[in-house]
């Protein structure tokens, strides 16, 4: 009885061992591809990194051109390349397709956002200075003040006299 127990046990912590054990730093294929930053503006750079990937290779997508990929030292399964957005790339999500020399391509779906401009106009900016407008404005709005404070003051000062 003692035996079947220490057995189990035994068996038990050799699985659980086993599963918890770090994965072998060799891949067969590319996997994990991560674009930073997550939204980006037309004519951004993005940075695109993919483990499983040792000698580099390329990546596309609709957003930016053909980049390459390069390994990254120290990070022996790692490479990383920077691709410009395009400035015609439509806001929404595109994918990034991963080639690396010697390996299937692997496609990540919906990997960043694109995000349009902002429709501005004018709004003003197109003179330097106040325009008489505004002067006009300003001059008003500090008349009505003074005759408004001249109204405060005479009336407070004919309410002390009584």
Same mark, same amino acid.
């Given at each position: 009885?003692r035996?079947t127990r220490?057995?189990?046990v035994?068996a ?7 599963l ?7 891949w067969?294929?590319?996997s994990?591809? +991560?674009?930073?930053? &997550?939204v ?8 695109v990194? +993919?483990?499983g990937c040792p000698s580099?290779g390329?990546m596309?997508?609709?957003?930016f051109?053909?980049a390459t990929?390069?390994p ?5 399964e790692?490479?990383k &390349?920077?691709?410009t +957005? ?10 990034v397709?991963?080639?690396c020399?010697g390996k299937?391509?692997l496609?990540k779906?919906?990997?960043f956002?694109v995000? &349009?401009?902002v429709?501005g106009g004018l709004g003003g900016s197109?003179?330097t &200075?106040?325009?008489?407008t505004?002067?006009?404005?300003g ?6 003040a ?7 003051w005479?009336?407070r000062?004919s309410?002390?006299?009584t």
């Amino acid at each position: 009885m003692r035996s079947t127990r220490a057995l189990a046990v035994s068996a038990t912590a050799v699985a659980a061992l086993g599963l918890t054990a770090p994965q072998a730093a060799a891949w067969d294929t590319s996997s994990n591809i +991560v674009a930073l930053p &997550g939204v980006i503006a037309r004519g951004g750079q993005l940075t695109v990194t +993919v483990d499983g990937c040792p000698s580099g290779g390329t990546m596309t997508s609709r957003a930016f051109p053909r980049a390459t990929l390069s390994p990254i030292r120290n990070h022996s399964e790692t490479s990383k &390349g920077i691709a410009t +957005v395009s400035s015609s790339a439509a806001p929404g999500a595109y994918d990034v397709t991963v080639h690396c020399n010697g390996k299937p391509s692997l496609t990540k779906s919906a990997a960043f956002t694109v995000i &349009g401009g902002v429709r501005g106009g004018l709004g003003g900016s197109s003179s330097t &200075g106040a325009t008489p407008t505004d002067m006009a404005i300003g001059g008003t709005l500090v008349g009505l003040a003074l005759v408004g404070g001249g109204v405060f003051w005479m009336r407070r000062r004919s309410e002390s006299k009584t």
